[in-house]
């Protein structure tokens, strides 16, 4: 139950940007950095011992994205090897919260800052506890 | 059964070229060309007077991709009009075709030229036939 | 000076959704919320009489994003019809900001709504000011 | 110039499968193996030992791509391991060719295999010839 408090806080994983992502503008375009932002909860998932994707076909739970924010302060460039860390925030009963920062790994400039909300769903997109074996990953309470 | 040779054999959509669909070449990178094939397939049902969720929700067929290509001739840009023309092909007893053109709606310019091929299935991925009344507007035998 | 507060404050513009945008969830991935809001600022500029496009190639001013921020209350669905609402929020001397809701046209509830805050740079993404002409639009200070 | 006949003719590289490249038919949507192709090219060009971008950035040349095409066999899925195997095809003068095959790294299931086929340009889009000393690398003549 403490054991969470002594793991690292926050879980690092490292895409390449892709010519897909970027736009005329020669940067990566401002939606892709909350695909990026999913990529790093789904590392966080791994990183914890669980996949994303068995808590939605075992356990009939999704985590419905309730609000999203980004900051972004230098942009990521074709090629670039970009870390995102991921982290959780405080959570209340059907809400989780992840935190992320975006960064150039060459240099570790931060190139962006977000923030998740998520509803814990069913299938059918109804609010429902997340299994109790779960709760301690995302810091609500058991 | 004739009545789909005096019907317009294509049907015309319009989209307007999305900053987000560009990449650092300054034009509408390759894969999107894709999805305004499947908008234009979207379309080519709405003329034939059916949803193509219906064919989702409503009788468990969806159709799978099972090829798909694109001859590239000239670069599509941010805010163009774009033309993309659909068109079915020759139909086998599971594979449906389609065809594409997708053109700049001021210059009626040919920008890129396309085909895919789908397979019925249901949502289990399984090769099933098409409800009776659509097989005419797919040009598959009834 | 007079005239935008006369105009209509918002400007609403029209997508369908794409089968491209939804996810295996069944509803509209995201992270494509913010590419609608992009399509509603091209849809703004357009309702003021002048194209983006224009901004960026005849006096090389982009407007890079800043922060961008989503609320998701009720997911969109593929082959929904989607209105997206975009009007301008105050503005500082060099950021622009928008707001933007997102409603399902047949019903008009409301299924999402944001902002974004955008930093006008020239084509070495530098800040610079805005051209005079165009500073009325945005609400800044002319 | 001997090198590349010995090294390995094709390239592998690996993607995890993002929830954002699913759809709501629970698989990966057919435009994403495109992106992945060029995922692919850009892990040859690597393997060769130069980078994508250089190319442009240096030498001014880009690769426009004039087809494409993909034949898909069997769905990626969310959390998937993919591998990507690249390799050059024939090339004549000014086109250039590559190979793909998409496998699913557990299995080796082939799921989906295809080509495209790139006009060298320069940034104002002219076809051009390839600085010399990237020929060998897509097997020109020199």
Redo the contacts between chains.
Sequence with gaps: MRRETREPEYVDTVV?V???E??????V????Y??WF??GR?AWCHARGF???DL?RQHDR?M?????????RS?A???DEIVIRTAVGRAADKVVRFRYEVRRKRTGELLASGETAHVVVDST?RPVRLPQEYRKYFLLPE
């Design positions: 390449n892709r010519y897909a970027t736009d005329q503008m020669g940067v375009y401002y939606a892709n909350l695909v999913e990529v789904v996949r994303y994707s939605e999704m419905m994205v309730a609000e999203a924010s980004c900051r972004y942009p460039r074709f090629e997109l």
